[in-house]
């Protein structure tokens, strides 16, 4: 299992009124309490490893970002006049639909309602994500392949 399904499946527990899961496959298990500890190990172990989480929630723990990002999101995404388009879930991003072609926009793109700007991977479904204003991508806040959270601002769009 990859650190990514973890997280996602950590994010969609905190979101649910689920207390306690379970998952079992290919010889390793993992249990989600909500009471921040987790489980991992071998189904045949006599103990599983017990790792202990810090006393905050899951949901309120610091994001990983790029000194870019953080750079960027401070301070342009003060001017009202720009729009934030953010991740609707857990994933990583794609900026084009292959590793051959061009990304979807970049700085200078005018983009409509409709455009597609990026794909964000979720448990192997590829979502689209469209730019939902009119105008013009700004800056790019995150990187090709990086792991993106629920909310996390994607691009800055000075609107029309």
Known sequence: MKIQEIRELIKLIDDSS???FEYE???TKVVLR???VVEVGAPRAAQPIQIAQPQI???AQPEAKSEKAQEVHNEPAEDPSLH???SPMVGTFYASPNPDSEPYVKV???VN???VVCIVEAMKLFNEIEADVKGEIVEVLVENGQLVEYGQPLFLVKTE
């Open 18 to 20: 689920i207390d306690e």
């Open 25 to 27: 496959t290919e010889g």
């Open 34 to 36: 909500k009471n921040n």
């Open 57 to 59: 929630p899951v949901s």
């Open 84 to 86: 934030k388009i953010v």
């Open 108 to 110: 200078g793109s005018k």
């Open 113 to 115: 309602k409709d455009t």
